[in-house]
């Protein structure tokens, strides 16, 4: 049977070139992977970062002097990006310094608070409030956007197995248990078809995944190996079922 779908490879050259972009295309998907969640990880904690901010100007700090106190304490990618630019910004402003910590951490979230700390000290305003405002702000963003994403992320991961791994199986099983290859069935046409039929299926269902969570592009990485895959399934099924 494994040599019999590894000869299926030389009738189709379709699901050859797939596999080999398939693979290469999964490592290029891997680097947006890892940059989302240190994004993400810098996010969730910045509320910890500004109700802290908030406590040390209550008690008297100064701004950077509160900022340089929390690098030396917080961890993570945000405590590790906080204490680099701040030792970088001896030969700076300290506005430059906030302008080059916002733009490193590569966050939307990050950029709009520092923007925001830099308007509140040229106009004096009440800074402890402000932190302290923008804290519950952004945790309660930040609840709301991790329990939409596991939702989605399940609902997502639920549509990309079923269409490119269970109907594949589920229609190959039938089909060799209807139509055996054993019996005299000559239907390799009708099993080339439908392993395009997956195929489609899949990239289909990977898109739809991809856009629900609001990665589309990032999706389109790992759509060869998924196509690769629900073809191959539906054709080692056939053959495995129907001898």
Same mark, same amino acid.
């Given at each position: 049977m494994i040599f019999g779908l590894l000869e299926s490879f030389n009738d189709n050259l379709l699901l050859l070139v797939?596999?080999?972009? #398939?693979?290469?295309?999964?490592?290029? #998907?891997?680097?947006?992977?890892?940059?989302?969640?240190?994004?993400?990880?810098?996010?969730?904690?910045?509320?910890?970062?500004?109700?802290?901010?908030?406590d040390s100007v209550g008690a008297g700090r100064g701004i950077q002097e509160a900022m340089m106190e929390q690098s030396r304490t917080l961890t993570g990618p945000l405590g590790k990006l906080l204490k680099q630019t701040l030792e970088e910004s001896h030969s700076s402003s300290f506005d430059a310094a906030l302008a080059s910590f916002s733009a490193k951490?590569?966050?939307?979230?990050?950029?709009?608070?520092?923007?925001?700390?830099?308007?509140a000290i040229e106009q004096d305003?009440?800074?402890?409030?402000?932190?302290?405002?923008?804290?519950?702000?952004?945790?309660?963003?930040?609840?709301l956007m991790n329990t939409r994403e596991e939702e989605l992320l399940g609902r997502g991961i639920l549509i990309v197995m079923f269409i490119s791994i269970g109907l594949p199986v589920l229609i190959a099983f039938i089909v060799g248990l209807f139509a055996p290859a054993s019996k005299g069935f000559q239907i390799d046409s009708f099993n080339t078809t439908f392993s395009y039929f997956f195929?489609?299926?899949?990239?289909?269902a990977v898109g739809v995944s991809g856009r629900m969570l609001g990665r589309f592009k990032d999706a389109l990485w790992w759509m060869p190996g998924w196509i690769a895959l629900s073809m191959t399934l539906y054709l080692g099924a056939v053959m495995i079922v129907g001898g």
């Open positions: 797939l596999f080999v972009v #398939g693979i290469a295309s999964a490592v290029g #998907g891997i680097p947006p992977m890892l940059e989302r969640r240190r994004r993400r990880s810098i996010e969730n904690a910045l509320p910890g970062l500004l109700e802290s901010l908030s951490t590569r966050s939307s979230q990050v950029q709009r608070v520092m923007v925001l700390i830099e308007t305003s009440p800074l402890q409030g402000i932190l302290s405002d923008l804290a519950m702000d952004y945790e309660r963003l930040n609840d195929g489609v299926a899949s990239a289909i």
